[in-house]
């Protein structure tokens, strides 16, 4: 018969032995952290919501009138009705499904991906070291509470919290705290309660220094971080002096972990699970703000890029995920890093959108949509909230979808009307583009990257296919010279002239060997004009294949003189160049429709129509419209050109 250790167990009336109290709540927490119960209890009864709680019909008798209430802040259940019952998620577990204790923490566990396991005796010492230090940061939260609180004691630092624009409310549900200027005035506080020097070191309250221990925080607002349980496991403190260090926190431990928590989310959990939606941002005073001026949903990440922990903690309570941008250059690169983990860590779901506000009616989207809140230059969450909360409130609604703002961002980045520019702005967009699962989204996005790049889409399509290397980070995919490269016919022409012909070379300007688009084509053709030697391909052995097919290839051209040779390199130039002509009006009118998308095609109309008339017209818009009309200017100069050969 299955037998299970009764130490994994925690004091139940459906068990005889009661292990050690440390063992039995480990296990037990670790499953009740990672499985929310309005969760639980939705994937088999239809819930509604009633104010901050759900309720339903009971599921374990029948009535007319729901009496079935789950309460997600206390993460529990009870009937009202008939029943009368209620607990927590192994009591619903051992109802609904009829079975013992041990059973339902083993269901319980393989939903949570919880290995039971029996406590080893080192287990069972960190469980208890674990718990000390928790009664530890407990005592020393209270007694910076306490000289916050203090009208005498804590009378400037309440000043300096108005001027930061932080209510007595905010300040009292957030558990802010004050450590003084003295040296161990904490330390001497839990030694009088009975906690250990060493439990106080480990917390990271207090440093043992060769005067004695001395408080690590001093001076400083303190802000106290709690885990997904509500327990209190380190502290952040901003300086209220000239110390270098603006902020310090707890040091990391196992108890501290900073990657895996995030600031406020104990008293945002109900917000963020009533409007499907969280916002992200990065600083304690930040998440005081939104909080106090209507974004209730708000919570930090404490100056780190998003990590999987962090979005395993809000995926199963919000569907819409928005970033707070910072405007400089490491806050933008912590949203990428934070994108990329969101996108890994929840994963992607081929759906078409159904938001009319979305480009397109096409979005790329997660199982939790991920979207950014750009924030203008110089302004941070907690200036913006409490200076403009109107305009706060546009950007969290207004924010766009992350591979729109990547987009726009790259293109920021990058000079679009220089050949280089263009390439890196597509190689650097293209990897994260071809990730996307769903084919029609993929297409879509990869054809606004070929507007805004000025190529085809199909080349982009073929260069950066989804099964590559790069598709999964990896290096780039290696040249398979043994498959032959699709080439110019054109360009091939010029190059076997140039190779045959010294009239030729000699008649080649800058400009017409920039047409040449093949690297490896260009190299040569550059090296054999600089070379009067006839072993000038020595120089060049990686190329010898190319070389060889080109100087065969050649031997089929008519016996042409000098004089024709170079008029038929000028007739080959101006084929490319016509070419490239109409090649580029097409791309032009995708970047017309990513302008009119982006801009509105009614917009586009009357600024064209007030182009004489500037100062009633948005910049932005006149350039659109501008680049409208000389198109279509192009257009009709295209269409009168007679061709001067066959292509």
Request: proline share 5%; glycine share 6%; hydrophobic share 35%.
């Amino acid at each position: 018969m299955f037998r299970i250790n009764v130490n994994l167990l925690y004091a139940s009336p459906f068990l005889g032995e009661q292990p050690d109290w440390p063992l039995r709540m480990s296990v037990v927490d670790d499953v009740k952290a990672k499985i929310d119960i309005v969760d639980l209890i939705a994937a088999e009864v239809q819930l509604k919501r009633s104010g901050s709680s759900y309720k339903a019909p009971c599921p374990f008798h029948a009535e007319q009138t729901p009496s079935f209430i789950v309460n997600p802040d206390r993460q529990t259940w009870h009937c009202f009705g008939a029943c009368s019952e209620g607990g927590d998620i192994f009591k619903w577990e051992m109802k609904r499904h009829n079975v013992d204790f041990r059973e339902a923490l083993q269901r319980l566990a393989q939903r949570a991906g919880i290995q039971l396991r029996a406590r080893t005796p080192e287990q069972t010492r960190q469980d208890e070291q674990r718990q000390r230090l928790l009664r530890a940061n407990d005592a020393a939260l209270h007694f910076w509470r306490s000289q916050l609180q203090d009208p005498s004691y804590g009378r400037e630092t309440q000043e300096y919290l108005r001027e930061r624009g932080i209510s007595n409310e905010s300040a009292q549900r957030f558990n802010l705290g004050l450590a003084g200027s003295e040296p161990d005035a904490l330390a001497h506080h839990l030694s009088a309660r009975g906690h250990q020097l060493e439990d106080a070191e480990a917390a990271g309250l207090v440093l043992v220094t060769e005067h004695g221990p001395r408080d690590r925080f001093r001076d400083r607002l303190i802000f106290p971080i709690r885990n997904g349980r509500g327990e209190t496991v380190g502290f952040g403190g901003r300086t209220l002096t000239d110390q270098p260090a603006k902020y310090i926190n707890t040091p990391e431990s196992d108890l501290f972990r900073k990657r895996d928590l995030l600031y406020g989310l104990d008293l945002a959990r109900p917000a963020i699970r009533e409007s499907g939606s969280v916002i992200i941002v990065e600083g304690y005073t930040d998440v005081i703000s939104a909080h106090e001026f209507g974004s209730p949903n708000t919570v930090a990440s404490m100056g780190t890029a998003l990590t999987e922990t962090q979005i395993a903690l809000i995926k199963p309570l919000a569907a819409d995920v928005r970033l707070a941008l910072d405007p400089d250059a490491a806050g933008q690169a912590a949203a990428r890093r934070g994108i990329d983990t969101a996108r890994s860590a929840m994963g992607t779901e081929a759906r078409v959108a159904t938001d009319i506000h979305r480009v397109g009616a096409l979005q790329n989207q997660l199982s939790n949509d991920i979207r950014i809140i750009p924030l203008p230059e110089g302004r941070d969450p907690d200036d913006l909230i409490r200076s403009e909360p109107e305009l706060w409130r546009i950007l969290v609604d207004t924010a766009p979808t992350y591979l729109d703002w990547l987009i726009d961002h790259t293109r920021s980045l990058h000079d679009l009307d220089s050949p280089r520019g263009r390439a890196q702005f597509i190689d650097e967009l293209m990897p994260t583009i071809r990730t996307i699962g769903h084919a029609v989204l993929r297409e879509e996005y990869t054809r606004r990257v070929a507007a805004w790049g000025r190529v085809d889409a199909a080349v982009l399509q073929s260069r950066y296919s989804p099964t590559s290397n790069r598709a999964s980070g990896g290096p780039p995919t290696t040249i398979n010279h043994a498959t032959p490269r699709r080439r110019d016919r054109q360009q091939s022409f010029i190059l076997q002239l140039a190779l045959s012909y010294q009239a030729v070379r000699d008649n080649l300007q800058f400009e017409d060997i920039e047409l040449i688009e093949d690297s490896e084509d260009q190299t040569i053709l550059i090296a054999r004009i600089n070379s009067i030697e006839d072993s000038w391909s020595s120089e060049l052995p990686d190329a010898s294949e190319r070389i060889a097919q080109l100087l065969r290839d050649a031997k089929h051209l008519p016996p042409y003189s000098d004089a024709e040779a170079a008029e038929a390199m000028s007739d080959a130039i101006a084929r490319i160049r016509r070419n490239r002509s109409k090649e580029g009006l097409r791309l032009k009118n995708l970047e017309i429709g990513e302008q009119e998308r982006e801009l509105g095609i009614d917009e586009l109309a009357r600024a064209a129509a007030q182009l004489d008339q500037t100062d009633d017209c948005e910049p932005e818009l006149i350039a659109a419209a501008s680049s409208v009309v000389s198109t279509r200017d192009l257009a009709r100069s295209l269409h009168q050109l007679s061709p001067s050969g066959a292509d």
